[in-house]
């Protein structure tokens, strides 16, 4: 019975911490995004686990990009905010060239944005160069 219960645990656990893809060129932010298992019960105070359990936070289920009809890449970002409340965050965009260097231009800076309760939302971005041949899109927290 015991060795069951413990096979169990290990797949619930194995299935909720790997069944989901993100996109490495996404970072976002422990205080933005949804809590996971080993957040919750390993690092936070028992509290933050009922957060894990329902849900709470924004998450991203798609990042695509292409070349637009000008020749600029373009990011288009589709999530859902998993939280019961409104969540305000800022997020920035920084373009790579094909050597994987910064593209840095005035309008790669923080830009603030909400997700609505347990509602989807979009991103859409556009690189200021035609030289942009991928994203990389950090997030937080506003700052007080």
């Not at 169990?8 to 996109?23: I, P, S």
């Not at 989807?120 to 007080?144: G, H, Y």
Request: proline share 3%; with cysteine.
């Amino acid at each position: 019975m015991r060795l069951a219960l413990n096979t169990l645990l290990l797949g619930v656990v194995v299935c909720l911490c790997g069944c989901q893809q993100e996109d490495k060129r996404i970072n976002m932010a422990a205080d933005v995004k949804s809590d996971n298992l080993l957040v919750n019960i390993v690092t936070k105070p028992v509290i933050y686990a009922f957060s894990w359990i329902i849900g709470e936070g924004v998450e991203i289920d798609r990042a695509v990009t292409y070349v637009n009809k000008d020749g600029f890449l373009q990011l288009d970002i589709a999530g859902h905010n998993r939280a019961f409340n409104t969540i305000v965050y800022e997020y920035k965009v920084e373009w790579l060239d094909k050597d994987g260097i910064v593209v840095d231009t005035a309008t790669s800076k923080w830009l603030q944005t909400s997700a609505a309760a347990r509602a989807p939302f979009a991103i859409k971005a556009v690189a200021p160069r035609t030289t942009a041949v991928d994203f990389r899109m950090n997030t937080r927290k506003i700052p007080n």
